[in-house]
């Protein structure tokens, strides 16, 4: 079942690919070309650029993570409280940038982000929640069908003198609508991308960042641990994922995907037993 949505997805999205006339590969902007080089790029291959990630991840050099405790001593305004929170603001800030220049570096994070982000695309995941954001956009939507409606019409009853001119108007509106709705489409696009990316950083590291996983709360300015649940992780270790439920559905599809490469790697390895 999930197999025959699967191939439906990838048929649609090759399909409207190919009727596109625009199939340069552009460096700056994904294009449809972009999806017809992705369609070719099953679970089992999306699995073996995860797994190469995750040990490309674990080979490489992580820097230390900065605590509250670092920044602290640089602000002097404020009740300690406030300082409190804003240093710890600043130590996120300051390991999410440390995050991305690590990430930069894996060969591997570009596959997947392209492919995680398209399976975010079909799962309608860059669309604004917001409900004043999507009203906007239906009703351009509707507007926009009024408008090349009429101009259609317009065509259909021009006579010959102004037959040129009433054509001229459609194409130009066409133009114009297609150009919304691409404008429409990289802005999912971009939305979905930095969800995928997120969900990535989490899926490769997914121990809290205030424990580091060892599940106590450690005593100020020292390494031990006070024998209290971490407030941060609530004594679980792990980080919460991001996103929620779509964190959840994307991470469930790495592993899925994961474990369709493994799979295939084992069945090339054990020849003998498909044949038994
Ligand atoms: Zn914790």
């Known amino acids: 079942m999930l197999m025959n949505d699967e ?31 992705a369609a070719g790029w099953n679970q089992s291959r999306i699995g073996g650029a ?28 404020g009740t300690p409280k406030e300082r409190k929170v804003r240093a710890h603001a600043m130590a996120h800030q300051h390991n999410l940038h440390e995050m991305g220049i690590l990430l930069g570096k894996l060969k591997a994070l570009p596959d997947v982000r392209r492919e995680a982000t398209m399976q975010a695309m079909k799962w309608g995941m860059g669309q604004s929640m917001d409900p004043i954001t999507r ?49 429409e489409e990289a802005e999912d696009r971009e939305h979905c991308s930095e969800k995928a990316i997120a969900v990535i950083r989490w899926w490769l590291s997914q121990s809290c960042p205030v424990c580091q996983g060892t599940k106590f709360q450690v005593v100020e300015g020292t390494h031990r641990h006070n024998g209290k649940a971490c407030g941060k992780c609530h004594g679980t270790g792990c980080s919460e994922i991001p996103h929620d439920q779509e964190g959840r559905r994307l991470a469930g599809w790495f592993d899925q995907c994961v474990e369709r490469a493994r799979a295939s790697i084992g069945r090339r390895l054990r020849p003998g037993r498909m044949e038994a």
């Open 50 to 77: 995860l797994l190469r990630l995750h040990t490309e991840w674990d080979a490489s050099e992580k820097p230390r993570m900065a605590s509250f405790e670092h920044f602290l001593p640089s602000l002097k305004t």
């Open 135 to 183: 009203s906007e956009r239906s009703e351009v939507r509707a507007h926009d069908a009024q408008m090349l409606k009429r101009l259609r019409e317009a065509v259909a009853n021009a006579g010959p003198e102004c037959l040129d001119d009433r054509n001229a108007e459609l194409v130009s509106a066409t133009e114009e609508v297609n150009a919304r709705r691409r404008a």
């Open 7 to 37: 191939k439906r997805g990838i048929e649609e999205a090759y399909t409207s690919a190919m009727t596109s006339s625009n199939l340069r590969v552009e460096a700056d902007r994904p294009s449809d070309a972009d999806v017809i080089i």
